[in-house]
């Protein structure tokens, strides 16, 4: 049914949005400022929205295309801010993790680097905690041309250390190979000026378009859940009405009336005890109904068939 899986993809977006104050949800999910019990309980039927003057078709088109449009604007809106949420949670991730994984722009700086030389370059190597002591008195003799006292710690994780180190281009090979014998990892890291500040600017420029998105994209959630939720319960309205009428007859002569069950687990036991109740009015129907297992999902209209009156189900649990 198109409005209730729009208003819980909506109520979802609003869940999503508001990931760091989830405790609040619930105050955002509002029907024309009020909670969607008291909403429902007390619903009134929107005479300037939709005017019962009009043909119920046209009514029933008019509320179609206010959802559609809406569900329209929620795909293009959600899928721009969770783009931008995602680039930002893989900038995040890649700043996380260990010192084999994570970027190391905001760890090292340029005064840790041998730059611009022709013959010289500084590597970065992994040591295990426990290996520091042999690294200090290994690493100068791993391969020649080793620049003595040219190493230094820079960064820390839980199991390891990242060094410097610095030596001749020309024994990269020799140094990686004799490093990797004794367990030190050398990470392939080139210390690019230009491609860490892009980093840092991307970062700084994504939170700041994630915190321009979230105020009116969780505004627009607000209006337009509110809307959807009192069209659907129009269209609840006016299903009761065509229901009954198909039913009873004319003129039109009935009561709706809303029941709401201790508990979720007594819908069942509230239809035995309204069949029992209406039985006088189909009897068939009624009799029918002992024999048949009928499955209502939430937000959806029951099949009538088994039932000597209109019912419908409104399980507004399924927001929560």
Do not use: C
């Not at 309980?41 to 509320?63: C, G, N």
């Not at 040219?150 to 994780?157: N, Q």
């Not at 627009?220 to 269209?235: P, T």
């Amino acid at each position: 049914f198109f409005p209730q899986s729009l208003i819980k993809r909506m109520a979802q977006s609003v869940v999503e949005v508001m990931e760091d104050a989830k405790g609040k949800v619930q105050e955002n999910l509002l029907a024309n400022g009020v909670d969607l019990t008291s909403f429902v309980t007390r619903f009134e039927w929107d005479m300037a929205k939709y005017p019962v003057k009009q043909p119920l078709v046209s009514v029933v088109d008019t509320i179609a295309k206010q959802l559609a449009q809406i569900e329209t604007d929620l795909k293009s809106r959600t899928a721009a801010y969770n783009t931008l949420k995602t680039n930002l949670e893989n900038l995040e991730k890649k700043s996380m993790g260990n010192l084999f994984t994570r970027t190391l722009s905001d760890i090292v700086s340029k005064e840790d680097f041998v730059l611009d030389s022709e013959y010289l370059i500084t590597l970065l190597v992994i040591v295990p905690k426990p290996s520091y002591a042999q690294w200090q008195k290994t690493y100068e003799s791993l391969s020649d041309m080793v620049v003595p006292r040219s190493t230094k710690l820079i960064a820390e994780d839980n199991n390891d250390g990242l060094f410097t180190v610095t030596l001749f281009r020309k024994v990269i090979d020799d140094f990686k190979i004799k490093a990797k014998e004794n367990k030190f990892t050398v990470r392939e890291f080139y210390y690019d000026e230009k491609e860490i500040k892009r980093e840092k600017e991307e970062m700084t420029r994504l939170l700041s378009d994630k915190k321009q998105h979230y105020g009116p994209l969780l505004r627009w959630l607000k209006v337009n859940f509110s809307e959807a939720f009192i069209a659907w319960i129009h269209i609840k309205a006016l299903r009761v009405f065509v229901e009954s009428v198909l039913r009873y007859g004319l003129p039109v002569n009935f009561q709706a009336v809303l029941l709401q069950p201790h508990k979720k687990s007594s819908t069942k036991r509230l239809r035995e005890v309204l069949n029992s109740v209406f039985r006088h009015l189909d009897e068939v129907a009624a009799a029918s109904i002992l024999d048949a297992s009928v499955e209502i999902p939430g937000l959806q209209l029951s099949n009538q068939d088994y039932f000597p009156y209109v019912y419908f189900h409104i399980d507004l649990s399924l927001l929560d």
